[in-house]
Antibody, heavy 121, light 110 residues
Framework: QLQLQESGPGLVKPSETLSLTCTVSGGSISSSSYYWGWIRQPPGKGLEWIGSIYYSGSTYYNPSLKSRVTISVDTSKNQFSLKLSSVTAADTAVYYC?????????????WGQGTLVTVSS | QSVLTQPPSASGTPGQRVTISCSGSSSNIGSNYVYWYQQLPGTAPKLLIYRNNQRPSGVPDRFSGSKSGTSASLAISGLRSEDEADYYCAAWDDSLSGHVFGTGTKVTVL
């Protein structure tokens, strides 16, 4: 059974860079042709897609976050990562990693449990 | 800011049928598949419907999806207490080259 697990600091200072990693188990990032994505949810609010990556490194980003986001993949560790720079309190949210189907336009069928990141000094 | 519009809330008594609407545009719902996600309190979203009306294995047939033009709907028949959750529609948007989610609908079982 495919499982995804987010990890990273739960507290980040304003203007710094938020860094999270998603570790995939029960399947290989590089052996299957799937896209892997990041989604966030501010407390009490709705879902926002951040971006997605293919195992080869091809990426798609939310235009509203594109200037601050970098998503990368490490097939040797079966992980993919999120970096969000110049964070503010508005970036406080639960961050989820998830797996798409075989194209980036498809559904997010598997989700991690999410990790809360608070931006505060 | 969400591109897909949903009613903020919906409710029904056990056994009733509840319908949630999702309104989009030609660049998202009008030209791509619609997905629905269920988010139980304190948990991660779960895929409920894919490709407009397909249910993943394990999702009860009480849940059904449909799409017409630039709008979509999720119906829950035989409403049960465990259906109390937030429901989100989603689709790929060709103009944004990205996924867009609906504003979310909180379903309450009275």
């Amino acid at each position: 059974q495919l499982q995804l697990q987010e990890s990273g600091p739960g507290l980040v200072k304003p203007s710094e860079t938020l860094s999270l990693t998603c570790t995939v188990s029960g399947g290989s990032i590089s052996s299957s042709s799937y896209y892997w994505g990041w989604i966030r949810q501010p407390p009490g609010k709705g879902l926002e897609w951040i971006g997605s990556i293919y195992y080869s490194g091809s990426t798609y980003y939310n235009p509203s976050l594109k200037s601050r986001v970098t998503i990368s993949v490490d097939t040797s560790k079966n992980q993919f990562s999120l970096k969000l720079s110049s964070v503010t309190a508005a970036d406080t949210a639960v961050y989820y990693c998830a797996r798409h189907g075989t194209t980036v336009t498809t559904e997010l069928g598997y989700w991690g449990q999410g990790t809360l990141v608070t931006v505060s000094s | 800011q969400s591109v897909l519009t949903q009613p903020p809330s919906a409710s029904g008594t056990p056994g009733q049928r509840v319908t949630i609407s999702c309104s989009g545009s030609s660049s998202n719902i009008g030209s791509n598949y619609v997905y629905w996600y269920q988010q139980l309190p304190g948990t991660a979203p779960k895929l409920l419907i894919y490709r407009n009306n397909q249910r993943p294995s394990g999702v009860p047939d009480r849940f059904s999806g449909s799409k017409s033009g630039t709008s979509a709907s999720l119906a829950i028949s035989g409403l049960r207490s465990e259906d109390e959750a937030d429901y989100y529609c989603a689709a790929w948007d060709d103009s944004l080259s990205g996924h867009v989610f609906g504003t979310g609908t909180k379903v309450t079982v009275l």
